[in-house]
T-cell receptor, first 111, second 116 residues
């Protein structure tokens, strides 16, 4: 099962620019998480935002959550070539351990 | 140790073969997951084990058979697979459920499976 959509599907920016990715979901959630995946291997957790939180920061990352619109955004500031990867949001359902991923955004940062 | 170890890294199997994928973690996590990921697609949830019991099966065909022998180990037994089952199979673990639900998942590097 897949939770929702992410946009854009692909994003290409210059180093130093900011990158914004959006995620929408369909069901009630306990929390929403963002992950990064390099070259089709394992996923790395970036940040978790709980359903009662609206914004969270971690280093160059800023995540917002709007539960009324069932959407979230991930902002990466001052991007670097090393940020080139696929980014996925994932939602934790209210009722258990069901961590479901959105469609993902492929980010390319050009140096 | 914050690692989830998956073996093998690559596997090529025929449609009549039986093989197993293995996943191990020593973080004391009590929730473990199997995901299937096709190229340029998101990970697709297959199974969730919670405290060594199967808690979620996302209507996965019976040719995939999960097993959780103990709290550190998760297996995925494969039998009579089809070429369309070729994908990256990812294992993940999390601390637990309930009050411990708001935690991140740790992923292994995956097993790239090719069915010929």
């Amino acid at each position: 099962s897949q939770q929702g959509e992410e946009d854009p599907q692909a994003l290409s920016i210059q180093e130093g620019e900011n990158a914004t990715m959006n995620c929408s979901y369909k069901t009630s959630i306990n929390n929403l998480q963002w992950y990064r995946q390099n070259s089709g291997r394992g996923l790395v957790h970036l940040i978790l935002i709980r359903s009662n939180e609206r914004e969270k920061h971690s280093g160059r990352l800023r995540v917002t959550l709007d539960t009324s619109k069932k959407s979230s955004s991930l902002l990466i500031t001052a991007s670097r070539a090393a940020d080139t990867a696929s980014y996925f949001c994932a939602t934790d359902s209210e009722y258990g351990n069901k961590l479901v991923f959105g469609a993902g955004t492929i980010l390319r940062v050009k140096s | 140790d914050t690692e989830v170890t998956q073996t093998p890294k690559h596997l090529v199997m025929g449609m009549t073969n039986k093989k197993s994928l293995k996943c191990e973690q020593h973080m004391g996590h009590r929730a473990m997951y199997w995901y299937k990921q096709k190229a340029k697609k998101p990970p697709e949830l297959m199974f969730v084990y919670s405290y060594e019991k199967l808690s979620i099966n996302e209507s996965v065909p019976s040719r995939f058979s999960p097993e959780c022998p103990n709290s550190s180990l998760l297996n995925l037994h494969l039998h009579a697979l089809q070429p369309e089952d070729s994908a990256l199979y990812l294992c993940a673990s999390r601390r637990g459920t309930g009050a411990l639900l708001n935690t991140e998942a740790f992923f292994g590097q995956g097993t790239r499976l090719t069915v010929v």
